[in-house]
């Protein structure tokens, strides 16, 4: 069986209300928060354990789990995300009977996900964050441990020993020395030691598999996320080119803040709440957000023509290409325009035919590494 034919008749992504997969909940709105209930007694954790293989996209601002259910995929998201408070018994109890997502390490517990937004504006200060750019941060001593105690929250052991597990990472870096070794590494040992059989993919090709399903798995995938965007060209699911600019949704708040004298969470609130970027900018923030989007296309453009103008293996399409566009950052309208209007001002060396946007934006990762996972499972 081929990864076409696992989903012939399209999944729709269910978006749930937390991370209980097992548990029917009700579908909730896709910027709708998770609520965090996820310090359950034991008895609950084994009744939730995981069953199935699983997509798992482990975002610099999100990460979002996704399951088979039936014919539907069933996808939870949290924030990745951490704050610290000073330990004391009385605090850890509290937050265990809160059922807060928390551990505690050297005389400070670390609050986890949704909680620590939170934590963070009620202490006033910001959440930390266990992965910068798609990467582990190397500026937070305890990234490993945070996104090791995530991870391990968010799916718990698999019932079956060597579960598939497929998880996403980001293209190499074109425009600053990092690599991606370290941080695909630590991740998949930690889910080895989970008990599960981990598999890499890259995040572009997630989008493929995803949304380019009616094309045989060949295209452009375009990830624009948080910290970062990925690109992928496939050939019948084949990643050719895969790499990633540091620039993202992240990138846009800033600058805007600075260039109008606001918080960058301002400005993301801005953005959040459906702004819109196919009408007129209405104010100083909305301006900011047009030319910095402006500028993510453009300098995503600019490096698909340098990529892809300097790569020796690009197959030769007999078709054009599709371009899907996923990732948080491609939520607000316009962005399917505004980014057509940046690919006239390069030249590639493929022709594209038309340019897609996927479904559900901020699980399209998920559902592709998903359908990776449920491939490898079923070839057993
Ligand atoms: N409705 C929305 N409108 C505009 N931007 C949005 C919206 N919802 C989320 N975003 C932005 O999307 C980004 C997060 O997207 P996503 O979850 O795809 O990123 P990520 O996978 O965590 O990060 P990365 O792929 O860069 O590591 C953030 O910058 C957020 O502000
Ligand atoms: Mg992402």
Redesign the pocket.
Known sequence: MGIKDLFKSGPSVEVMGDRDIDVPAEPINE?QKIVDRLMPSRKKEETRSIKGPIGI?I????I?VAQSRGKDIKAVRQL?AFFTIPYSNITRKTLSRDEIMFFEKNEKLYILGYSAEEFASTFGGDTRKP?E??LLNPKERESISVIKALISRFIREPVKNNEKICFSV?GEPIDRPASVIFHESIIKMHLKSLGYYPIAIN?GMAVILSELTGNNFTGIGI????????VCLSYLSVPVVTYSIQK???Y??KMVGSSVGEMAAKV?AV??DG?DLSIEPRDRIEIGLHIFYDDLFSTLAQSLQQVLGSSDNIPRFSKPLPIVL????V??RGCKEKFEKALTEVRLPVTISEILVAEK??FA?AKGALTMAITEDSEI
């Open positions: 910027n996209d975002g610099t601002v999100n979002v990745n992965v750019s798609g980001p995040e990830s624009m996320g948080g910290g970062m965007c990925n993202g949704g992240d846009i708040d993301k953005k959040e702004f996923s990732g948080g950052t939520m607000p934006p901020l990762t």
